[in-house]
């Protein structure tokens, strides 16, 4: 049967294959618009191809006179077809490429050539794995305390909270922030200093944004924060690796005349991975040497809230007056790393520069999450959890450290326990950590080899790190008894 003589032939596949009427069907105006949308593109329907009136086409297939119409009206809105006095036929269009044949080749568009340099993740590992560093001990976080913030948050902002934001973040939560970072580590900045962010390496990436042109230099820690590596190649800039030692990052004098820095990447308080500490005096003079070169320090302050003993070490924010140091900071280990949030605070010079820009770049989202953020910091929820957490983690690393002397046969060294959710294992290089790593991956552990962290790769810089704070201590002693066993294999190349 043909639709209509003179066109028939070119729309029996509507009748050919009969529109889906079964339950759960997609609708039959969806699959009419699809099938003649394909026709127009595959060549089925050539241009100038004229269309059956809406009546016919929809008595030809048993369907509704208004659902043909519908069709027409939405193809003609999108440029397949359109009406003229003779009718409505198919618009003059360029094809869509066809299909490529097996095995033929196809030129597609290539990826930005800096995207090459964005280390590929090779550590994924489910957050529930045992040992796997950056994740904090979900179990004991206070839900119904956040849910009370949260449901408040809700209950008390009005309408006007479900548009767009502040671009800066909400006010209430800059402040909350601002309080906690005077009292706890010693911060001076006042809250047109504070911007929120969406985590520490949006931070990062703020920073490179506002602060980098492509080819600049930027100055890392090595071994370091791998996520470091991926903003500045994302800004296309000049990763240049510095040593870390036990006094944190060393910079050598000839490296400020030969390798200028735009950028210098730090976190003196408790250095990723290792733990070292930025001494007073390293900090003071990276300080100088910065203002005297018209560069830009970014203090990431990882871990700090979690030191084992002693008093918290301070920031390096602090040391001198609007010094060129953006101190960034998460709520990822402190709560928990879905919460997505973060805090950059700008040097006081930097502010009103960078306010228009961030004006357009921010757009001041996840309000209501930022009110109950605010509500559960200022009300002490915050510093409770942080309490209760630094018991919790100081028990695991004592009993994490205890099980490793008891269970590990191989020689090996323990730096890095002092502060945080993590220590390093440091093992001789006749064991390769990461094929360690890969085979704890597959008993459902996730250490980290510490290869991972350096873009130098030495003998010497090789090992495991190892998180503590989402595995309870009584897992310890089996795990390190399968680690021993791990590692010894390693050296024959078997497991």
């Known amino acids: ?12 596949f509507l009748l050919q294959a009969p529109l889906d009427r079964s339950r759960g069907a997609e609708p039959l105006q969806r699959q009419l618009a699809r099938r003649l949308r394909e026709a127009v593109l595959d060549g ?77 993740n090779h550590y994924r590992a489910e957050s529930s794995y045992a040992l796997k560093p950056g994740v904090p001990a979900l179990t004991r976080f206070p839900h119904a305390a956040w849910r009370r913030c949260v449901e408040r948050a809700h209950r008390e902002a009005d309408t006007g909270t479900l548009g767009y934001g502040p671009p800066r973040g909400e006010p209430a939560l800059r402040t909350a922030i601002l309080r906690h970072l005077a009292l706890a580590r010693g911060v001076r900045c006042t809250r047109d200093q504070v911007v929120i962010t969406e985590g520490a390496q949006d931070a990062l990436m703020l920073c490179v944004r506002l602060l980098t042109d492509p080819g600049d230099t930027a100055w890392v820690e090595d071994p370091g924060y791998r996520g470091v590596q991926t903003a500045l190649a994302s800004g296309d800039l000049d990763a240049v690796p510095m040593d870390v030692d036990g006094a944190g990052l060393r910079v050598p004098d000839a490296a400020w005349r030969t390798r200028t820095p735009r950028l210098i990447y730090t976190t ?57 140091v953006l101190y960034v900071g998460s709520f990822s280990k402190t709560l928990f790393p879905a919460l997505r949030m973060g805090f950059l605070v700008l040097p006081e010079s930097l502010v009103e520069p960078v306010k228009p820009l961030l004006d357009q770049i921010l757009r001041g989202g996840h309000r209501h999450e930022q009110l109950a ?7 002490g929820q915050f510093g409770r959890h942080l309490g209760r957490m630094r018991r919790l983690y100081r028990t695991r690393r004592d009993a994490l450290t205890a099980a490793l002397a008891a269970h590990l046969t191989v020689p090996h060294s323990i730096t890095g326990s002092e502060s945080g959710m993590h220590l390093v294992l440091h093992l001789p290089p006749t064991h390769p950590d990461h094929l360690i790593a890969a085979a704890a991956r597959e008993r459902r552990m996730a250490p980290m080899a510490l290869s991972l962290c ?10 495991l790190v190892l998180g503590y704070g989402n595995t309870p201590e009584s897992r310890y002693a089996s795990l390190c008894r399968e680690l021993d066993e791990l590692i010894k294999s390693s050296a024959r190349g078997g497991r």
């Open 1 to 12: 049967m043909a639709i209509e003589e003179g066109f028939g032939p070119q729309l029996d």
């Open 44 to 120: 089925r329907l050539p241009s100038g191809c004229r269309l059956p009136g809406s009546r016919t086409l929809a008595a030809a297939l048993g369907i509704s006179r208004n659902s043909v119409t519908a069709v027409y009206d939405l193809l003609g809105a999108e440029g397949y077809i359109e009406p003229s006095r003779q009718g409505t036929r198919v618009a003059e269009l360029t094809r869509a490429p066809r299909h490529p044949q097996p095995n033929e080749q196809r030129k597609v568009p290539e990826l930005a050539r800096r995207s090459a340099r964005i280390p590929q």
């Open 268 to 324: 003196p308080s408790h250095q990723y991975p290792t733990g070292a500490i930025l001494t007073a005096g390293r900090r003071l003079e990276l300080i100088e040497k910065a203002r005297e070169h018209g560069t830009w320090i970014i203090e990431d302050d990882y871990d700090s809230e979690f030191r084992h003993s002693g008093a918290p070490i301070g920031a390096m924010q602090s040391l001198a007056p609007d010094a060129p």
């Open 373 to 379: 953020l605010a509500d559960f910091v200022e009300s």
């Open 454 to 463: 350096s873009l130098r790769p030495a003998p010497e810089v090789n090992g």
